[in-house]
């Protein structure tokens, strides 16, 4: 009976010990995003205006034969945006492989 309790608190120690681990992981990779990394000379920047949406900044930034979701993704990624809500005065860098 004794060795039953020692293994069934061994086993929830453990548990316990993986499961923390892996939210420690998870806010890990996902506070991971930050600023981006400074513009470089190839890259434009451009200031958000007020009615701005990544879709009309994509359009209208990006090279006619790129698809405009794929412009939005890229504009995304560079700016390590963890939503699409942009705001008025905020600064976005169009990655040069989208430009014209």
């Known amino acids: 009976m004794k060795n039953w309790k020692m293994a069934k608190t061994l086993f929830l120690i453990c548990s316990f010990l993986i499961l923390f681990s892996g939210f420690t992981l ?3 990779f996902a506070s991971a ?3 981006p990394s400074p513009a ?3 890259e434009l920047v451009i200031s958000v205006e007020s009615g701005d949406t990544l879709w009309s900044i994509a ?3 990006k ?3 790129l698809d ?3 412009a939005v993704e890229a504009i995304s990624e560079r700016n390590r945006l963890a939503s699409p ?4 005065g905020q600064e976005l860098i169009i990655p040069a492989k ?3």
């Not at 809500?85 to 008025?88: H, K």
């Open 26 to 28: 998870v806010h890990t």
């Open 59 to 61: 359009r209208t930034h």
């Open 85 to 88: 809500l942009i705001q008025s």
């Open 40 to 42: 470089s000379s190839e």
């Open 63 to 65: 090279n006619p034969a």
């Open 68 to 70: 405009t979701r794929q």
């Open 33 to 35: 995003s930050g600023e």
């Open 98 to 100: 989208l430009l014209p």
